[in-house]
């Protein structure tokens, strides 16, 4: 399976802004589907945002209008563009491939840490 590497996390303060990248080891375009996932403290893992190989996106009620997910198959890379950050989104931040019938691939890197503070 594909190694997957996040970064760009941060401390930042409410309504800042944050652009995560997710390098992988090998082909993204072997993946019809990437996505971003994230889990707070005492919290189960969720899904943030989806981007199938056509570009079409999904986001998790809670992050539409704020964040954009995008994918960059010649570099292997999808990102995650996040914009007027709220203390709620403070998690560790992982990107994974789906399965056809949307549960993730389940090999998780380490993640990167978002922590929205004033």
């Known amino acids: 399976q594909v190694q997957l590497v996040e970064s760009g996390g941060g401390l930042v303060q409410p309504g800042g802004s944050l652009r995560l990248s997710c390098a992988a080891s090998g082909r993204i375009s072997s993946y019809s589907v990437m996505g971003w996932y994230r889990q707070a403290p005492g919290k189960q893992r969720e899904m943030v945002a989806t981007?199938?190989?056509?570009?079409?996106?999904n986001y998790a009620d809670s992050v539409k209008g704020r964040f954009t997910i995008s994918r960059d198959n010649g570099k292997n890379t999808v990102f995650l563009q996040m914009n007027n950050l709220k203390p709620e989104d403070t998690a560790v931040y992982y990107c994974n491939p789906l399965h056809p019938w949307g549960s993730p691939y389940g090999n998780w890197g380490q993640g990167t840490q978002v922590t929205v503070s004033s």
């Open positions: 981007i199938t190989s056509g570009g079409s996106t």
